[in-house]
């Protein structure tokens, strides 16, 4: 075992440092709320857009460190795979805070609360993946899923809204409830609830009743937060009812949160005992991909499709985890950042088309946008295509790294549902297309140049998705290097 | 010289040619389409400066470019052109410019659109036909198809949507478990080398057992099989061609049924001799299906453009045959068919465009006389026709001879059966020709028709000139495409030999 710094608890605090400047960040927001006299308060994403660019900067810091120090008894870890984490989170969140300007504006929401809450989200998703503690993600989880829970809810004028909200949050605490239980029982099973003390217990003892109880329970918290099947079944109406801004956070934000933690403790403290979960993932795996995709055949409503098709990515992503090796797990941190990326990217889109009013997300509302927005358009078609993993895209390049780890840890058989699968999902996301481009539309469209951070994101997110696509290499080079430190 | 990366300025230039013309302004549209001709002409002279460099009678790939691309899983940017896929290179640059010439009085609406999606469909072409690194050619043959799925959904006919998505979901269908087929051959190149690496070489120096052989062919065959249009996998063809737009219908037609044939050569056969042994005699069954099949079913159709659709199942087969005879003859036959193909029912297709732009009608009924109402088109359609007949003489002649001459050793009964496809082509193609342009002219709006004006003639000359020059000199042609066929055959024939010894000639 490392020594630990004999020193105070709290030496090597800064491992904690990007988490602990995002909720800072939320606390200023709250105070420069009270402060402001913008009616808009559009310069409170501006401070909410600083403190994640000072956060963003902290873990770079600690990278340029690069010696992957735990702190506050090696509960918490700075290590590159932790890092990774920190930055696409951040990323993701400063990109869905400028989503959230204009569409804040456009639906009278109040803009302190949620920035504040969103920020607050964040720090709990950054110190979920620098956890190197079950407890410590725990309380994370909760951190992130809380403020999750009100967000969800925050069109409290709209039934959906508040539907979304109760019932994300009635389910998400059952299900943490599971997480706890399966925390308990990694606890009586091995002595500790710190991974590596986990981690070495379960090298050492093998696969005992009450690990394989505690992993069983676990999993279904992890689960239910990456929304895998049978624990799904809350996405689609939660998606839906919350606002369209707040649907990209969580398919993004906490989706990848809850990746960080689950590979972290699957992939890392047990590893030794993957023989016994592979199997069950795998399984989950298939069937999750196979159901969000048919799911999402039938949908009118785009978000609600986008939701399924979120359920589906999460079955392509859990592909890395089934590997249990170093690409698997590589190719799963990559297909993250792409999936955040895309998927940003066509929410935004979403955000754009959206009135006061008429929130315009059935699909016959798509009828002749690729014509008469061409920039819309063409950067919905980019998103649609890398979502049904069409090269040159970024999709593309994920689905290939997540399959040819799979081959490589000979999983042909799932490489193969995998494609197959992307043949159903190619029929829904072309539907968008041919709504765009093959109909004729007369609903009347804002122009987006009306609305520049949503149109300045979208154009981002666009052309990271060819970029990624293009040139995926360094970025896979990072997510190989992160993933050396999860064991 | 020899510095300058021809393949990539060929490769890219159309794409580099479809964003400026995306940034042009939409009007006029005289000025879009022209501009749409120069971008397209564009690679169509580094392709004529690429058959000037191009060293006859070597069998290796030339002019080739190589650069890293995604390292840590061995995949490189590379390309090179052999004896096979030098004249699909220049068949396809040599009709998108026609295509664009020809979409000029097809296209009114889009205009700007239809032509950049051209220029990117056409990157991807020539990008498939000289990617030599397996990653590389999936990704170009993925990006082939959203622009043809575009060309069919925005401008095509009532049933556009249909057809389009019908398009896609096949050719997808096919395409990602050839994916899955890739990957597990850059995984066997890990196994026996230590490191993945997709670079077709390196795919063709592995050892593969007889069974894996036989699973991969069939995830190859399938995606190639369903572009060809193999029988029974023909089904998205008649409508794809019926519901695109008169240019789209000629790509799809000259160059993307070609991608088919052109993996089977490249990849699916050379790739997994053992599978081809065993798997031939189905594919021939399945070809010699086809040419009857397509034969048959064209005969009876109404509409002129489900005519020359079907004709295309039926000639394709002829290719087929000529590919799984693997004899150096029937090889290069069929090669030689799907520059003909190429030719005749690209021309074909256009000719039955330029009479719909006229009348607005595909129907054979509503023909008739056109003989004394319109005789330069009808001289330049009895051309066509011939050559897609294979009149002695003309180019379809060549092609279909020598795949017979070549076929008829090794599948003499298939052959034999193949050979009555000619026959059946020459009746529904004759029939044709004489209910839409003899007989007495009943319909009073045929009499008013235009002949064929300037532009168009500037489409169709060069065309029926090739199909003229590929009739009666293919020599050149032939002398540039033996070498590497030979070489492809050489892999073949070290399987095939005591198959062949140990069952005597079928």
């Not at chain 1, 149109?455 to 997110?461: K, R």
């Not at chain 2, 896609?168 to 096919?174: D, I, K, Q, W």
Request: hydrophobic fraction near 60%; aromatic fraction near 12%.
């Amino acid at each position: 075992m490392t020594p630990i710094d004999v020193g105070p608890f709290a030496a090597h605090w800064e491992v904690a440092l990007p988490g602990l400047l995002v909720a800072a960040t939320a606390m200023l927001v709250m105070v420069a709320d009270l402060v402001s006299t913008d009616p808009d308060r559009e310069s409170l994403a501006g401070v909410a857009l600083v403190g994640l660019a000072t956060a963003a900067g902290a873990a770079l810091w600690l990278w340029a460190g690069g010696n992957g120090a735990g702190g506050f008894g090696e509960t918490l870890r700075a290590d590159r795979y932790a890092l990774f984490f920190a930055l696409l989170l951040i990323a993701a969140t400063a990109l869905t805070i400028l989503l959230s300007v204009d569409f804040l504006r456009l639906h009278a929401l109040p803009a302190g609360e949620y920035y504040a809450l969103m920020l607050l989200s964040t720090s709990g998703m950054v110190f979920m993946a620098a956890a190197n503690d079950l407890i410590v993600i725990f309380l994370a989880l909760e951190i992130m899923s809380v403020a999750v829970y009100v967000l969800v809810g925050m069109l409290r004028r709209e039934v959906r809204s508040n539907e979304a909200s109760l019932k994300y949050f009635l389910l998400g605490a059952f299900a943490t409830g599971f997480l706890l239980y399966g925390i308990a029982f990694f606890y009586g099973a091995t002595g500790s609830t710190r991974l590596d003390v986990v981690a070495q217990a379960v090298a050492r003892d093998g696969l005992t009743p009450f690990l394989l109880l505690g992993l069983a329970l676990v999993l279904v918290g992890f689960g239910f937060k990456v929304a895998l099947i049978p624990f799904h079944v809350w996405t689609p109406d939660v998606y839906e009812g919350a606002p369209t801004a707040v649907t990209a956070f969580m398919a993004v934000g906490v989706k990848a949160a809850a990746f960080a933690a689950f590979a972290r403790v699957f992939a890392g403290a047990l590893v030794s005992v993957a023989a016994s979960w592979t199997g069950v993932l795998w399984v989950l795996a298939a069937l999750t991909m196979t159901v969000g995709n048919v799911g999402a055949v039938t949908q009118r409503n785009v978000k609600r499709m986008l939701a399924y098709s979120s359920i589906a990515h999460a079955g392509y992503a859990l592909v890395g985890l089934v590997t249990a090796t170093k690409a698997g797990e590589a190719a799963l941190l990559y297909y993250l950042v792409v999936y955040a990326v895309m998927n940003l990217g066509a929410f935004g889109v979403l955000i754009a088309l959206g009135r006061r009013g008429e929130p315009n997300e059935m699909l016959q509302d798509f009828a002749g946008v690729g014509f008469r927005q061409p920039v819309l358009g063409l950067t919905m078609a980019v998103f649609m295509l890398s979502l049904a993993g069409i090269p040159p895209t970024a999709g593309f390049a994920g689905k290939f790294y997540l399959f040819s780890a799979a081959v490589d840890a000979g999983y042909v058989g799932l490489a193969v549902i995998g494609v197959l699968n992307s043949v159903i999902s190619v029929y829904y996301y072309l539907g968008v297309l041919v709504q765009m481009y093959m109909t004729e539309g007369t609903r009347p469209i804002d122009a987006p140049a009306t609305r520049p951070y949503l149109l300045a994101t979208i154009l981002f997110a666009g052309v990271a998705t060819l970029l990624l696509g293009v040139f995926p290499s360094g970025t896979m080079e990072l997510a190989r290097v992160s993933v050396a430190s999860l064991r | 010289m020899a510095t300058v990366p021809l393949l990539t300025l060929l490769v890219f230039a159309p794409l580099v040619g479809a964003v400026l013309l995306a940034l042009l302004p939409r009007e006029p549209l005289a000025g879009v389409r022209r501009a749409a001709l120069v971008f397209s002409l564009v690679p169509f002279a580094l392709s004529l400066w690429m058959l000037g460099r191009f060293r006859p009678g070597e069998a290796e790939f030339q002019l080739v470019e190589r650069a890293a691309w995604i390292p840590a899983w061995g995949i490189e940017y590379r390309l090179g052109v052999d004896g096979v896929s030098l004249f699909l290179v220049l068949l396809t640059a040599f009709l998108t410019p026609l295509v664009v010439l020809a979409s000029w009085g097809d296209i009114h609406r889009r205009v700007k659109e239809f032509f950049a999606l051209l220029l990117v469909l056409e990157t991807g072409m020539l990008g498939t036909f000289l990617a030599l690194d397996l990653f590389l050619f999936y990704v170009f043959w993925e990006v082939m198809l959203v622009p043809m799925a575009f060309l069919i959904g925005v401008w095509g006919g009532p049933q556009r949507v249909y057809a389009a998505i019908k398009f896609v979901l096949y050719t997808m269908a096919g395409s990602l478990l050839m994916l899955v087929g890739i990957l597990y051959l850059a995984w066997q190149v890990k196994v026996q080398t230590g490191a993945f690496a997709f670079g077709y070489e390196r795919f063709l120096a592995l050892h593969l057992g007889a069974r894996e052989q036989l699973y991969l062919f069939a995830a190859f065959a399938l995606a190639f099989a369903i572009k060809v249009p193999l029988f029974p996998f023909h089904t998205w063809l008649p409508d794809a061609h019926v519901e695109a737009p008169t240019g789209g219908s000629v790509i799809l037609a000259g160059v993307l049924l070609k991608m088919g044939t052109y993996g089977f050569l490249r990849f699916a056969i050379p790739l997994f001799p053992a599978a081809v042994a065993t798997a031939s005699p189905a594919v021939v069954a399945l070809a010699v299906a086809g040419i009857v099949y397509g034969a048959l079913v064209a005969t009876v159709q109404p509409d002129l453009k489900k005519l020359v659709a079907y004709s295309s199942v039926s000639h394709l087969g002829f290719v087929m045959l000529g590919l799984f005879a693997l004899t150096p003859t029937a090889v290069s036959g069929g090669v030689y068919q799907m520059l003909n193909h190429g030719l005749s029912t690209g021309a074909l297709f256009l000719l039955v465009g330029m009479i719909y732009e006229r009348r607005h009608t595909r129907m054979i009924a509503d023909f008739g006389g056109l003989w004394t109402a319109v005789p330069v088109y009808a001289a330049c359609f009895l051309v066509v026709m011939l050559a897609s007949v294979g009149l002695p003489g003309l180019n379809g002649f060549v092609g279909e001879f020598l795949i017979l001459l070549g076929a008829f050793g090794p599948w003499p009964w298939a052959t034999a059966v193949a050979t009555s496809g000619v026959v059946l082509g020459a009746l529904y193609l004759l029939w044709m020709y004489e209910r839409v342009i003899f007989g007495p002219l009943v319909r009073p709006e045929n009499a008013a028709l235009e002949d064929l004006r300037g532009r168009e003639l500037a489409v169709l000359v060069p065309i029926i000139a090739l199909c003229f020059v590929m009739g009666l000199y293919p020599a050149p042609f032939l002398r540039r495409m033996q070498p590497s066929v030979d070489r492809i055959l050489a892999r073949v024939q070290s399987v095939e030999a005591p198959r062949l010894a140990a069952g005597g000639r079928r």
